[in-house]
């Protein structure tokens, strides 16, 4: 369960692919001195995530910008187990005939070290931006990767492939 700005969740997959995907990296039933280890651990990680989306937002929304579509940043708070709260930058980008939604799901995802959803809007396309092994990764709903790896050019194709027609 995360709490996602105030609103309970279920998160449940065991991919990172999938609608709302996020479940605890540690387990329950933690004694006094493993709660504070996690604490402490999960201070650092929250801050290394946090610091993560935010690099990769300011770069989507420069790669944006270059293309001349106009970006709207907002913020959202995130609650997740170990981690507690935080708040990261959600991007809408207005490109060609759609919208782009850029939003953080959460850090604590099973079988990725984070998760990022790209939207689309009107057509509601949707591919996940994933950590795996300290690299970004595009996947699909149905958890086949991308052909290609994150990059400007993966960024522009997947913004096209998401708002075409």
Not at 12 to 34: H, I, N, Q, V, W
Not at 45 to 63: A, K, P, Y
Not at 109 to 133: H, K, Q, Y
Request: glycine letters at 10%; proline letters at 3%; one cysteine or more.
């Amino acid at each position: 369960m995360t709490r996602d700005s105030g609103k309970l969740r279920d998160r449940d997959d065991r991919t990172g692919g999938g609608r709302d995907s996020a479940r605890p990296a540690s387990g329950f039933g933690l004694s006094g001195e493993e709660d504070k280890m996690t604490n402490t651990t999960g201070t650092k990680i929250r801050g290394d995530w946090v610091s993560l989306v935010q690099d990769l937002c300011g770069t989507i929304e420069s790669w944006a910008r270059e293309r001349k579509w106009f970006v709207h940043r907002e913020e959202k708070t995130i609650t997740e187990e170990h981690l507690g709260s935080y708040a990261v930058p959600v991007l809408l980008i207005q490109a060609g005939q759609g919208r782009i939604h850029v939003e953080p799901i959460g850090r604590n995802i099973i079988g990725a070290e984070g998760r990022i959803d790209i939207s689309s809007f009107p057509s509601l396309n949707r591919m996940l931006l994933i950590r795996v092994n300290g690299r970004w990764v595009l996947r699909t709903d149905s958890g086949v990767d991308w052909p290609d790896h994150w990059s400007k050019k993966a960024f522009v194709n997947l913004v096209r492939a998401l708002t075409a027609d």
